[in-house]
């Protein structure tokens, strides 16, 4: 029988079983930022111990930066203590760091990938619940939490309970105005929050293969908000297209004989990674890419979407165990069972973050606002996902796209995804968001709500002042 890529690629970084009946596991690369590395530093410190392979470690900061303006000191004391913390321990203990002025600074998920740090193969370890994004390259890729980075930077090992893989299918096509994070989310609406708990999820179907890395990374990035710890694609021809060159894959820029042969030996040992035909698996579905829609969320968790056409579940039409969740996500929303997502008045449009932040979705979300203007009542924000997003997106004008349809047009970070920083919600407002997370609070207001869509979607949101399908706007050319 073939073995699946966790299979193998598990296999490979194992170092040993441990008592517990966990693996322990080598970490090919470790990603770290500024919010969780600070104790775990201070506790390296504390037991007189060095980071054990730095160059396997790499730093950048996103989460507490301000995206209007990189000047220091930051106003906040806190984020200010934590950039200071980063710089210092990264000189310390000899760890390269992507920090402010570096043009290769911002989210870590998105700079990973588009250095070329993140391959085929590999275990990756972050910590961020959102790693799931790298699995995009046919690697196995764990959000950890801050002792565990203190682990990881310690050892370069981390011990880790085996996964199910479930194979999650998607078949068909995609039809015009519908993108990976309809994809995503409809996936998560049909098998849950919790459905991928103790499984990693292989996505594949003609759906997946047809996908630009990017929007890989952006149905990889959510893997975790159904639950499923590691989602994970495997590696193609898109995935060696995309990584050949990039500064930090084998070869680098590939110039020389030499060069090319250290991509060729890669890429041959990165092909021998995916599944074989006949891979085992512990589970499988399937979905009609045909029939996904663009999806919305109303609710409070990633699981709570529709169809922008559709009416919102009320507690008499769904499962008893459901019942309590959606008659708060509607109370939390404001919401009627029964209406309807799209006319949905927003006070805010959110396009960027680590599942939405890339140059494939500002080019999407710009094809919608060329022309077009930003309703009177709608604070509109593009933040792109690294200091590279933003240099490609404007050597192709699309700042100006947007600064002319009336968005800010923003320096690198997480913005108004965690609200770590001064982007955050105010109140009870409405924010059409491109993120990944309509938890409670996620937005920095207790109240503030979220609504999860992709950026094309946010882009006709803000420039309608109320949830509305996208496909409308693709139809319709705007008077320029
Ligand atoms: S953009 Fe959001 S999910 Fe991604 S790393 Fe930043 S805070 Fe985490």
């Keep these: 029988m073939g073995k699946n890529l966790l299979e193998k690629v598990w296999e490979s970084h194992a170092v040993r079983e441990l008592p517990t009946g966990q693996t322990q596991l080598f970490i090919g690369l470790h990603l770290i930022h500024e919010v969780t590395s600070p104790q775990a530093f201070e506790a390296l410190r504390e037991r007189g111990l060095r980071v054990r392979r730095p ?19 930051f106003e906040d004391g806190l984020a200010e203590q934590m950039m200071s913390a980063i710089e210092r321990n990264c000189r ?21 990938p588009e250095l070329g740090l993140t391959q085929p193969g590999m275990t990756i370890a972050c910590g961020d619940s959102h790693t799931s994004t790298h699995g995009a390259f046919g690697a196995i890729a764990f959000g950890i939490g801050t002792s565990q980075v203190r682990d990881v930077l310690a050892t370069q090992c981390l011990a880790m309970d085996r996964l199910r893989v ?46 630009a890395m990017e929007e890989r990374m952006t149905i990889c990035n959510m893997s975790i908000e159904g639950g499923a710890r590691v989602g994970y694609i495997n590696p193609d021809e898109t995935t060696f297209e995309y990584l050949r060159g990039r500064p930090f894959a084998p070869g680098g820029a590939v110039g020389s004989d030499r060069d090319r042969a250290r991509w060729d030996s890669a890429v041959a040992w990165w092909r021998t990674r995916a599944s074989d035909a006949g891979a085992r698996y512990d589970d499988e579905v399937t979905f009609d890419g045909g029939a996904i829609r663009p999806h919305v969320t109303w609710g409070i968790n990633p699981g709570q979407s529709v169809d922008v056409g559709e009416a919102l579940p009320d507690a008499a039409s769904v499962a008893a165990d459901e019942r309590a969740s959606v008659v708060e996500a509607l109370e939390f929303m404001d919401f009627r069972g029964g209406a309807r997502i799209a006319g949905t008045r927003i006070d805010v449009a959110f396009i960027g973050s680590c599942t939405n932040g890339r140059i494939s979705d500002l080019r999407e979300a710009a094809r919608v606002a060329r022309g077009r203007r930003v309703a009177s009542h709608v604070k509109a924000l593009v933040v792109p996902g690294s200091q590279a997003v933003r240099a490609a997106a404007e050597a192709e004008g699309l700042d100006e796209v ?35 997370r309509n938890f409670k609070g996620r937005q920095g207001s207790p109240t503030g709500r979220t609504l999860l869509m992709s950026p094309a979607m946010v882009a006709a949101a803000a420039v309608a002042g109320e949830v509305i399908d996208v496909r409308e706007f693709l139809a319709e050319p705007a008077a320029v």
């Design 55 to 73: 160059d396997r470690t790499f730093a950048t900061v996103d989460h507490i930066v301000p995206t209007h303006t990189h000047a220091r000191p």
């Design 92 to 112: 310390e203990f000899g760890v390269p760091l992507f920090g402010l002025g570096d043009r290769r600074q911002g989210v870590v998920h998105v700079v990973g």
């Design 166 to 211: 479930r194979r999650v299918c998607v078949g068909g096509a995609l039809g015009p105005g519908v993108y990976a994070k309809d994809v995503i989310l409809a996936i998560i609406r049909r098998l849950g929050v919790k459905g991928g708990v103790g499984f990693a999820y292989e996505f594949a179907g003609e759906v997946i293969e047809r996908l």
């Design 402 to 436: 947007f600064r002319a349809a009336g968005f800010d047009w923003r320096g690198a970070g997480c913005s108004m995804c965690l609200a770590m920083n001064p982007d955050k919600l105010v109140g009870r407002q409405v924010c059409a968001s491109s993120s990944n």
